[in-house]
């Protein structure tokens, strides 16, 4: 008996291979596309698009509510990306220049401001942004002439342009031509396009004329259109200080705290004026929060030893200005530019309380930097030294 397995045919059946060319047509055009597609996001750079990066209203926008951070870092990304973006270079110039004011550790930027206009100055050395913001970063590093020749130069360029004009009084005013700048600086502010430079500008030329209510007056209009400038808060207290409004100052400090509550350099000028008003316990309040704050910073040591001193609390003062005397030579300030202050109260101190050794110790580093550096001011004992510290 012969048994047959059969399957059913259906198990085997298959349906035709064969469909014709066009299936084909259509997956090779996909993937066409797919690699088109893949192209452009390889090649893609990493980050926001270009058009984002050479927008410079978040820069602005963030000038205008004084973050100065955001805004170096905003037009400072622009200008690498684009060196023909002058209006991106007179923002960061602007923007550093100004938060060099804002505390103790970032006068630096100032330099900063010079060195990038110096290299945008070598680029493009007849366009008159860029010699208007070299000549600004010249003014504020005290080179007054040079910035001078760079303002009048961008004028020769673009007669209207107020900032540079705006420069050129600064820069009479900075080698004593007080008419001549307050001319000048009366001229940029008829313009409206850079009026909060132009109002500051303009409050330093009446500051020089002597004309302090008229100075405090416009800087405080320069505060109506930037309420979040620093700098502005701390010239209207110079200002103010200048007519006897101490209480004026005191705010104005107070209000650069609301703007920046870790601010280290408003506490030291809150030092200043409760020391200068007699307000000892709020002086060295101010002065002590300075030191823990910033206690590399020479001039808080200064300022806090000066207020022990007039307190009659010598220890303490000797203490605090040797640390003053200390930073200084460790950081290599330069002879010309120390606060001798430190070294002479130093000694004061040292012999009131007849520290010989403190006193003999202080008056040779004296003698020494003498000795380097045609110092001013004077401090000789006689040949035998000091009272009752005679030298051995």
Not at 236 to 241: D, G, M, S, V
């Amino acid at each position: 008996m012969r048994i047959q397995r059969r399957r059913p045919s259906y198990i085997y059946q298959r349906r035709p291979t064969h469909t014709g060319c066009m299936p084909w047509v259509l997956l090779l055009g996909v993937l066409a596309g797919v690699a088109f597609l893949a192209r452009d996001w390889i090649t893609a750079p990493i980050g926001p698009p270009t058009a984002i990066k050479t927008d410079l209203s978040a820069a602005q926008a963030a000038f205008d509510r004084g973050d100065l951070d955001h805004a170096i870092r905003e037009a400072r990304l622009i200008w690498e990306l684009d060196n023909t973006r002058f209006d991106a270079l007179l923002l960061l110039a602007r923007s550093l220049i100004y938060r060099s004011y804002s505390d103790y550790d970032t006068e630096i930027d100032r330099e900063t401001a010079l060195r990038i206009t110096t290299a945008a100055l070598r680029a493009h050395p007849n366009q008159p942004d860029v010699l208007t913001a070299h000549a600004f970063a010249l003014q504020v590093n005290g080179r007054p002439i040079d910035s001078y020749r760079y303002a009048d130069r961008a004028l020769l360029f673009a007669p209207d342009h107020a900032f540079a004009r705006m420069v050129l009084g600064l820069s009479y005013g900075g080698v004593g031509s007080y008419d001549n700048a307050l001319r000048e600086i009366q001229q940029a502010t008829q313009q409206t396009f850079w009026q909060v430079d132009s109002l500051r500008a303009l409050a330093i030329s009446y500051s020089d004329l002597g004309r302090y209510t008229d100075a405090k007056a416009t800087v405080e209009q320069a505060i109506t259109l930037h309420p979040r400038l620093p700098v502005l808060y701390y010239e209207r207290a110079l200002y103010a200080l200048q007519i006897g409004d101490s209480s004026a100052a005191f705010e104005a400090y107070f209000e650069v705290l609301g703007i920046d509550p870790d601010n280290v350099k408003a506490r030291l000028r809150l030092c200043e004026v409760s020391s200068m008003v007699r307000d000892r316990d709020s002086a060295l309040l101010y002065c002590s929060e300075v030191t823990t704050r910033a206690p590399t910073w020479a001039d808080g040591w200064h300022r806090l030893g000066r207020e022990y001193f007039l307190q009659g609390r010598y220890e303490e003062a000797q203490s605090a200005l040797h640390q003053c005397s200390t930073l200084q030579a460790l950081q290599n300030v330069p002879i010309l530019e120390r606060r001798f202050e430190c070294w002479y109260l130093q000694g004061q101190s040292a012999e009131i309380r007849g520290d010989c050794v403190g006193l003999w110790e202080t008056y040779n580093e004296f003698r020494a930097m003498a000795a380097e550096a045609a110092i001013p001011q004077t401090w000789v004992y006689p040949p035998e030294g000091p009272p009752g510290c005679p030298n051995e």
